[in-house]
């Protein structure tokens, strides 16, 4: 259903994905015996929960940019706190920073979106209708729209 270009770009992306995937799994399989596995599994694996975390930077955006959290769930915001907070503890408790390092990055960031969420929580921020242009016009990179003259027609 959607637009050809936005089928290519998920296509090629999800390619991507799996052909680093497939290298670390091949890479950690054939190439690499004992200590030097374990170490390359786990970059490969801290660096991909990084990521993971990571992920919600551009919800955040949205949020100081409309001044409004309906775009970024507080269940979810709490969750990645909670889950990342109890990893990172889990890991230094352990002593194991393949663990520990990207679940700290974690809790960092669901700090920061639970900051957020109580900061902009009570704002409306723009109408729906005004947010929903903001965003298209964000995600396509585009300026936003002149406001509207005295005689009903758009500027432009």
């Given amino acids: 259903m959607a ?13 991507f994905v799996l052909t680093v995937f497939a290298v670390v799994v091949f890479v950690s399989l054939f190439a690499l015996h004992g200590s030097p596995r374990k170490l390359f599994c786990g970059l490969a694996a801290s660096i991909f929960s990084i990521i993971m975390y990571g992920s919600p930077l551009s919800i955040m955006r949205l949020v100081i940019k409309t001044k409004s959290t309906e775009f970024m769930p507080f269940f979810l915001s709490l969750f990645v706190f909670l889950c990342g907070t109890s990893w990172f503890i889990f890991g230094l408790l352990g002593r194991d920073p393949f663990i520990a390092v990207p679940n700290g ?11 957020l969420y109580f900061i ?7 109408t729906k209708n005004q947010t929903q242009t903001e965003e298209e016009s964000m995600e396509m990179g585009q300026q936003e729209k002149q406001p509207n003259n005295t005689n009903g027609t758009s500027q432009g």
Avoid: W
């Avoid at 990055?105 to 900051?115: E, P």
């Avoid at 902009?120 to 723009?126: E, T």
């Fill in 120 to 126: 902009y929580h009570d704002k409306k921020g723009a």
């Fill in 105 to 115: 990055v974690g809790s960092a960031l669901g700090t920061m979106q639970l900051i």
């Fill in 3 to 15: 637009p050809k270009k936005e089928k290519a770009k998920i296509i090629g992306l999800f390619t």
